[in-house]
């Protein structure tokens, strides 16, 4: 049972308006984009949410209705995916997504190929679209694992990625029809722990969660930009008010992360981690190490992304092939065991997660990463809308 004040209402799709900027035109690379234009989505129609089924937009009255549950969805054919809470197809494992803007029109986002090093924009009932295609490294588990909008994006359209190359894991920033340009190079490589995640703070920077390269002890090593969750501004300095002054390290402490995430309204950051002995999901503080888990995984399932909906902690899993929501209380600690979603026993299976951002308290994206040592259906890999309020009550599965 979730432990808390109870959970916010659901609101009606029409009421979610989630995400439908369309990037297009040319940029101006400095800091700022030039002659964008902006359409909206096609309207999204029917969602039927795997966990549970999402709310139905009623084309006479504008009303909300729940749908009737999906009893039989017939199998893909080739990259038509006929389950509508899929909004893109035929991917090469999705490794981080970012869901766009709101304009009012139907959820959209970006998703990143781990090993091609593209970034794709998606949205319901259009075609994949390529934003730019990054030189990535994709050996061992490096490549393209991290991805992130700038703090001002309705203003400057950048992006931010984090990427493995020839030499080192570095983070880029990059807009439609222009070079990726790096802002922080350096971060060591190794034969593993070279996964990544970024994402924005809420405070006008980002945070950077880089791996250990393979070398757990540089984790605590505060002269090494490896197995750090690192605080920059755009251009990849030291953010103002980091705990050090001058210095880019925020936490330590980290091994492999597979996302970063956060409460929406802030009070909270979380960090996934695949450590030497257990999958572990840690609270962020700043100037601290990762000494004490939020909770472990002793079976190592990879955890991934992770969104924060205020009542749980949705985290997911690749080789688990699940998502994970585990409920927490108003103070931000664990309010009980995790419950597996989306599984194929508790909701409808995708098979295996990588990517996960959150639209709103109550909605997400989400990616596959079939291609990567699953066993891929005729359409992965996919991009999926799910439902983060998934049950009336909180997990109780499996320790």
Same mark, same amino acid.
């Given at each position: 049972? *979730?432990?808390?004040?109870?959970?916010?209402?659901?609101?009606?799709?029409?009421?979610?308006?989630?995400?439908?900027?369309?990037?297009?035109?040319?940029?101006?690379?400095?800091? *700022?984009?030039?002659?964008?234009?902006?359409?909206?989505?096609?309207?999204?129609?029917? /969602?039927?949410?795997?966990?549970?089924?999402?709310?139905?937009?009623?084309?006479?009255?504008?009303?909300?209705?729940?749908?009737? /549950?999906?009893?039989?969805?017939?199998?893909?054919?080739?990259?038509?995916?006929?389950?509508?809470?899929?909004?893109?197809?035929?991917?090469?494992?999705?490794? #981080?997504?970012?869901?766009?803007?709101?304009?009012?029109?139907?959820?959209?986002?970006?998703?990143?190929?781990?090993?091609?090093?593209?970034?794709?924009?998606? #949205?319901? +009932?259009?075609?994949?679209?390529?934003?730019?295609?990054?030189? =990535?490294?994709?050996?061992?588990? +490096?490549?393209?694992?991290?991805?992130?909008?700038?703090?001002?994006?309705?203003?400057?359209?950048?992006?931010?990625?984090?990427?493995?190359?020839?030499?080192?894991?570095? $983070?880029?920033?990059?807009?439609?029809?222009?070079?990726?340009?790096? @802002?922080?190079?350096? @971060?060591?490589?190794?034969?593993?722990?070279?996964?990544?995640?970024?994402?924005?703070?809420?405070?006008?920077?980002?945070?950077?969660?880089?791996?250990?390269?393979?070398?757990?002890?540089?984790?605590?090593? /505060?002269?090494?930009?490896? &197995?750090? $969750?690192?605080?920059?501004?755009?251009?990849?300095?030291?953010?103002?008010?980091?705990?050090?002054?001058?210095?880019?390290?925020?936490?330590?402490? =980290?091994?492999?992360?597979?996302?970063?995430?956060?409460?929406?309204?802030?009070?909270?950051?979380?960090?996934?981690?695949?450590?030497?002995? $257990?999958?572990?999901?840690?609270?962020? #503080?700043?100037?601290?190490?990762?000494?004490?888990?939020?909770?472990?995984?002793?079976?190592?399932?990879?955890?991934?992304?992770?969104?924060?909906?205020?009542?749980?902690?949705? @985290?997911?899993?690749?080789?688990?092939?699940?998502?994970?929501?585990?409920?927490?209380?108003?103070?931000?600690?664990?309010?009980?065991? /995790?419950?597996?979603?989306?599984?194929?026993?508790?909701?409808? #299976?995708?098979? *295996?997660?990588?990517?996960?951002?959150? @639209?709103?308290?109550?909605?997400?994206?989400?990616?596959?990463?079939?291609?990567? &040592?699953?066993?891929?259906?005729?359409?992965?890999?996919?991009?999926?809308?799910?439902?983060?309020?998934?049950?009336?009550?909180?997990?109780?599965?499996?320790?």
């Amino acid at each position: 049972m *979730r432990v808390g004040k109870g959970k916010a209402p659901r609101r009606p799709l029409w009421l979610l308006a989630a995400c439908g900027l369309l990037l297009t035109g040319c940029a101006q690379f400095d800091d *700022r984009a030039a002659n964008q234009t902006f359409e909206p989505a096609p309207e999204l129609t029917a /969602p039927a949410g795997p966990q549970p089924e999402l709310p139905e937009v009623d084309g006479d009255e504008g009303k909300s209705r729940t749908s009737a /549950p999906q009893t039989s969805i017939p199998p893909p054919r080739g990259c038509t995916d006929y389950d509508q809470s899929v909004i893109a197809t035929c991917l090469d494992t999705v490794s #981080a997504v970012a869901a766009l803007p709101n304009s009012g029109a139907a959820p959209s986002g970006l998703a990143a190929e781990r090993r091609t090093g593209r970034v794709v924009q998606v #949205a319901a +009932g259009s075609a994949p679209s390529e934003v730019t295609r990054l030189d =990535v490294s994709p050996a061992g588990d +490096g490549g393209l694992t991290g991805l992130a909008l700038s703090p001002t994006f309705a203003e400057d359209q950048l992006m931010f990625a984090y990427v493995t190359t020839a030499t080192d894991n570095r $983070v880029v920033r990059f807009t439609r029809g222009q070079p990726a340009k790096a @802002i922080l190079t350096g @971060i060591p490589k190794g034969a593993t722990g070279n996964r990544g995640a970024i994402m924005t703070d809420g405070r006008g920077a980002l945070l950077v969660a880089t791996g250990d390269a393979g070398d757990p002890s540089a984790a605590a090593d /505060p002269g090494s930009l490896a &197995g750090k $969750v690192l605080r920059i501004d755009t251009a990849g300095n030291p953010a103002a008010g980091n705990p050090t002054p001058g210095s880019r390290v925020y936490a330590s402490g =980290v091994h492999s992360p597979g996302g970063l995430c956060k409460a929406t309204d802030g009070s909270r950051t979380w960090i996934t981690d695949r450590g030497p002995a $257990v999958d572990a999901l840690y609270s962020i #503080a700043p100037g601290a190490s990762l000494a004490v888990p939020t909770w472990t995984w002793p079976d190592k399932p990879a955890v991934a992304g992770c969104a924060d909906s205020g009542t749980a902690v949705v @985290i997911a899993t690749s080789v688990g092939a699940s998502l994970q929501e585990l409920p927490i209380t108003l103070d931000g600690s664990v309010g009980g065991k /995790p419950k597996a979603l989306m599984d194929g026993k508790n909701g409808t #299976a995708y098979g *295996r997660y990588g990517g996960l951002d959150q @639209i709103d308290a109550q909605f997400a994206l989400v990616g596959t990463v079939n291609k990567d &040592g699953g066993q891929p259906i005729s359409s992965d890999d996919r991009v999926v809308l799910i439902s983060l309020q998934a049950t009336p009550n909180g997990g109780s599965g499996k320790d």
